[in-house]
């Protein structure tokens, strides 16, 4: 009975935020992010309470950068701050940075305590596989981009920085939930979908604005 009406309450949230959005007269691509941050938001807690992890630290530390990315979105949608502006950063991106930290710290943690001790060699795929994504990120669409643009360079970094750290975060999780059967759950199936729609969104936005804008998101 708990579970299907914890269920039942996830689903009318999602459902009502989706109906806010559109009586707000905002895109429907608004919908698809939302849905997906807050599904993330409810399923990280959800698998804790549920599972009980032995290391909970890096599960929450996951939680709190999607709570960041959250706030920023937030801020963006609903109070119109600029991400990034007339090629300066703008205040939103400090919870995306909080939120990028606290996901590749949750990230490593949960890998690092039980894949690496077990087989460093692991550590070592995983620094192989991310590097080739970031790399290629990098040489086929973030950097043909940015060559003939003028932005500050923070700006700059940031926007490209953004979907390296997304890339390194996904290839972590991703390593860990391959690597041992006893991560193939819902929670960590939902949590690296998540983390892989991030991924796509960030690769997204940082293309969109290198390509052609000196504005994103406001200002």
């Not at 950068?65 to 600029?82: C, E, R």
């Not at 007339?86 to 490593?108: Q, S």
């Not at 894949?115 to 192989?128: M, S």
Request: proline share 5%.
């Amino acid at each position: 009975m708990l579970r299907f009406r914890a269920r039942n309450l996830g689903i009318f949230g999602l459902v009502s935020m989706a109906l806010y959005l559109v009586f707000l007269g905002k895109p429907v691509a608004y919908i698809f992010p939302t849905v997906v941050t807050l599904a993330s938001l409810i399923a990280i807690p959800a698998g804790i309470a549920r599972h009980k992890p032995s290391h909970p630290g890096a599960w929450w530390l996951m939680f709190g950068g999607m709570v960041f990315h959250s706030i920023a979105a937030l801020l963006w949608v609903f109070g119109s701050a600029p991400v990034y502006a007339n090629g300066t950063t703008g205040f939103p991106n400090l919870f995306h940075i909080a939120g990028y930290m606290c996901l590749g710290a949750g990230a490593l943690l949960l890998l690092g305590r039980r894949r690496f001790r077990e087989d460093p060699a692991e550590a070592l795929d995983t620094l192989i596989i991310v590097t080739a994504l970031g790399v290629a990120s990098w040489g086929l669409i973030l950097r043909p981009l940015g060559s003939n643009i003028d932005l500050d360079g923070g700006v700059t970094a940031l926007i490209t920085i953004y979907p390296l750290i997304a890339l390194a975060t996904v290839g972590c999780s991703a390593q860990l939930w391959f690597a041992s059967s006893g991560t193939k759950n819902t929670s960590m199936r939902l949590v690296v979908a998540a983390l892989s729609t991030l991924v796509i969104g960030n690769i997204f936005q940082s293309a969109l604005v290198l390509a052609d804008g000196q504005t994103w998101g406001g200002g």
